[in-house]
């Protein structure tokens, strides 16, 4: 069982950045995609951003395309999203994910039905301000 944390979160200004990592352990954290979501204030939970298990895959939610980059360290097993331009509809708590099949390309991440059966960490609140 992968366990996974996140941290990085905080209070920036519209416009500024945020880098927020994750550190995955167990199991094989380096062999399976992973991914962010985040639930914004009186929102359901949405897809972010994923990665393959090697880093070769990247996979978007339109909204955060251009500003967003998601990154895996050469262990794989330390997930980064750049947060950049930030706006304050980006405010939410964001959360790592892991998918337990191995070699994964994330593509997995963007359809809903995949959620329940994704390994999540605790969060870490993102707020922008205006």
């Known amino acids: 069982q992968v366990q996974v944390v996140e941290s990085g979160g905080g209070l920036v200004q519209a416009g500024g950045s945020l880098r927020l990592s994750c550190a995955a352990s167990?199991?094989?954290?380096?062999?399976?995609?992973m991914g962010w979501f985040r639930r914004g204030p009186g929102k359901e939970r949405e897809f972010v951003a994923a990665?393959?298990?090697?880093?070769?895959?990247?996979y978007y939610q339109e909204s955060v395309k251009g500003r967003f980059t998601i990154s895996r360290d050469k262990s794989g097993n330390r997930v980064y999203l750049q947060m950049n331009s930030l706006k304050p509809e980006d405010t939410a708590v964001y959360y790592c994910a892991t998918d337990f099949r191995p070699l994964g390309d994330g593509s997995i991440f963007r359809d809903k039905r995949s959620e329940p059966t994704l390994s999540w960490g605790q969060g870490t609140q993102v707020s922008v301000s205006s």
């Open positions: 990665i393959s298990f090697g880093g070769r895959s990247t």
């Open positions: 167990g199991g094989t954290s380096s062999r399976i995609a």
